[in-house]
């Protein structure tokens, strides 16, 4: 294959990948029945989480950085 | 050298396509919400016997539009105590369409079973009418005034706008039903 050929080959695969990317849609408000689900929620147990941050942070001196709040409910 | 230079190239022209594309999605164009002083979008959809509930037949009332569905922790909250407004309101020409957003009929049916209501329930398990009022949060409500036109708009739930809604609500019921933008 020649250099010029290798290029346009190229060229056209990333414009492929942009446009596959650019596909990429917005869940809406009311499409969020299952990002709602209560299996969504990384820790579901507030308890166990609870007492697992503070293990943590005691015996490996690690706290923090554990996700956001909301967990999994897309309501808002 | 040059063919570096050329991948550069390539590079940043799908960096440019890649941002056109995002930007110009769908998604990105969508209109914002529906909001205060707008005519309220035309609603029609099924309620469970199968008849249809419109919005325009409910011209000279005062319409409360709640969008719920049964996976919606808010809405699940919302539901008995916007049925409450409904029964407290009803005698002076109050109304309430709450607009069930649950892709799977069945979810919305156990959840209305277990919750006797007096408020009117539609369906809408493709979410059009969700789009035409562009809901920015799940719970979202939307009170029409007499007139027709969306006088106040809510997005989410807690106890604490239940106040609002009862003052809004007494606000628009006292205006009077022939009004200056009316018809």
């Known amino acids: ?76 | 050298m040059q063919t570096l230079s050329r991948v550069f190239t390539a590079t940043g022209l799908a960096a440019v396509v890649l941002l056109f594309g995002l930007t110009a999605s769908p998604a990105a164009l969508d209109v914002r919400g529906a909001v205060a002083g707008q005519q309220a979008p035309a609603l029609r959809l099924p309620t469970a016997d199968g008849t249809y509930l419109s919005l325009a037949d409910q011209k000279g009332n005062v319409v409360l539009i709640d969008f719920w569905a049964s996976w919606c922790a808010p809405c699940r909250h919302a539901f008995p105590a916007i049925d409450q407004l409904f029964v407290d309101f009803r005698s002076r020409g109050f109304r309430v369409i709450a607009v069930n957003l649950d892709e799977k009929r069945q979810d919305a049916v156990d959840f209305l079973v277990a919750r006797p209501h007096g408020i009117d329930v539609v369906f809408d398990p493709r979410g059009d009418s969700a789009r035409a009022f562009g809901l920015t949060g799940m719970p979202s409500s939307y009170l029409i005034g007499r007139d027709g036109t969306i006088r106040y708009a809510h997005a989410g739930y807690t106890d604490k706008v239940l106040d609002a809604y009862r003052l809004e609500i007494e606000r628009l019921l006292s205006e009077p039903a022939g009004g200056e933008h009316t018809r």
């Not at chain 1, 990317?21 to 147990?45: I, K, S």
């Not at chain 1, 989480?49 to 005691?58: I, L, M, N, V």
């Open chain 1, 1 to 76: 294959m020649t250099r010029t050929g290798r290029m346009v080959l190229l060229t056209l695969a990333a414009l492929a990948v942009a446009m596959w990317t650019a596909g990429c849609a917005t869940v809406q408000p009311w499409e969020r029945a299952r990002l709602a689900n209560p299996c969504m929620v990384f820790d579901y147990n507030g308890g166990q989480a609870d007492f697992a941050s503070h293990w943590q942070s005691a015996r490996e001196g690690s706290s923090g950085g554990f996700g956001v709040q909301g967990g999994g409910c897309g309501c808002k």
